[in-house]
């Protein structure tokens, strides 16, 4: 169940919303004059928001991909590109 309080509780109740934040791993979902202002989360759960929202945003994109293209690549072919790329980023970090 969503956890939905007034934009007033963010003053007079911070420290209570801090903690069902955290405890719940949930966003705090904040009304003003009955309608939805804005949403408050830990960032732990703002970071895993984002990081799922990268991989489904790049799962997406190589859907679209597939069904473009009949080019197909081998695991071989990826994970050998993504170790030289990850290479290269490692020896240009250490320049």
Do not use: C, W
Not at 3 to 27: C, G, K, M, Q, Y
Not at 86 to 94: E, Y
Request: glycine share 2%; proline share 3%; charged share 30%.
């Amino acid at each position: 169940m969503p956890h939905i309080r007034p934009v007033s509780d963010l003053r007079n109740n911070f420290a209570d919303i801090s903690r069902v934040v955290h405890e719940t791993a949930e966003p705090v979902f904040l009304t003003k004059n009955g309608y939805g202002d804005m949403v408050v989360m830990s960032m732990e759960a703002f970071e895993r928001y984002q990081f799922e929202s990268e991989v489904y945003f790049k799962l997406k994109e190589a859907e679209l991909e597939a069904q473009t293209t009949n080019k197909r690549y081998s695991h071989k072919e990826v994970f050998d590109e993504l170790r030289a790329k990850l290479s290269d980023r490692m020896a240009s970090d250490n320049v």
